[in-house]
């Protein structure tokens, strides 16, 4: 499919039409990238972290928040100034 490169503001822009933003799964976002010199629209990529609190909370709310690391002292504990 052919498009035009149009000015948009300081950059450039192209208009994507719907049934190909449906077809590769694309919404609201998309990461870009330069691939041997193509440009690559791809789904987002988790970002890290993304989702912990609202697990952390879910952990919390269901009181299953033990500590995971054991009971032991971390080497060089007693050095730590907290």
């Known amino acids: 499919m052919h498009v035009t490169i149009r000015p948009f503001g300081n950059s450039r822009g192209v208009i994507i039409p719907k049934p190909l933003l449906a077809q590769a799964g694309l919404h609201d ?11 690559v629209l791809s789904k987002p990529r988790p970002r890290a972290r993304e ?3 609202a697990a952390a909370q879910t952990i919390a709310a269901a009181v299953d928040d033990k500590q995971v690391l054991g009971e032991h002292a971390l080497v060089d504990e007693e050095d730590w100034q907290w």
């Open 29 to 39: 976002e998309a990461d870009i990238e330069v691939k041997d010199g193509t440009l």
């Open 51 to 53: 989702g912990w609190a």
